[in-house]
């Protein structure tokens, strides 16, 4: 049974950067798309950036686009979402999930973590 683990969140200021992991286990995601969804309090989960089975596509939310970066390393079995340029509204818990071999830019993922929080100061 797949197994997606989040790490990397924490507090940080505005203009500041993190770099979230997802850690899959109990089977290969190297068939699988992959996507970080992220839920701001009080508002439904939005998403936020996809990559390909291969690595060879991505993937943003207009909103991210130019400041995340997604990537994966298929042998580690892992994927990133690096962010930069944080802003205060990029608060929120950030869900890693796993969909096998399409893409989707909805929030409608089978396979989710139990999500990082990531809290922006201004």
């Known amino acids: 049974q797949l197994q997606l683990v989040e790490s990397g969140g924490g507090l940080v200021q505005a203009g500041g950067s993190l770099r979230l992991s997802c850690a899959a286990s109990?089977?290969?995601?190297?068939?699988?798309?992959m996507g970080w969804i992220r839920q701001a309090p009080g508002k439904e989960r939005e998403f936020v950036a996809a990559?390909?089975?291969?690595?060879?596509?991505?993937y943003y939310a207009d909103s991210v686009r130019g400041r995340f970066t997604i990537s994966r390393d298929n042998a580690k079995n892992t994927v990133y979402l690096q962010m930069n340029s944080l802003k205060p509204e990029d608060t929120g818990v950030y869900y890693c999930?796993?969909?096998?071999?399409?893409?989707?830019?909805?929030?409608?993922?089978?396979?989710w973590g139990q999500g990082t929080q990531v809290a922006v100061s201004s």
């Open positions: 990559i390909s089975w291969d690595g060879g596509s991505t």
């Open positions: 999930a796993a969909r096998p071999l399409i893409v989707t830019l909805t929030t409608q993922w089978p396979y």
């Open positions: 109990g089977r290969t995601v190297s068939r699988d798309a």
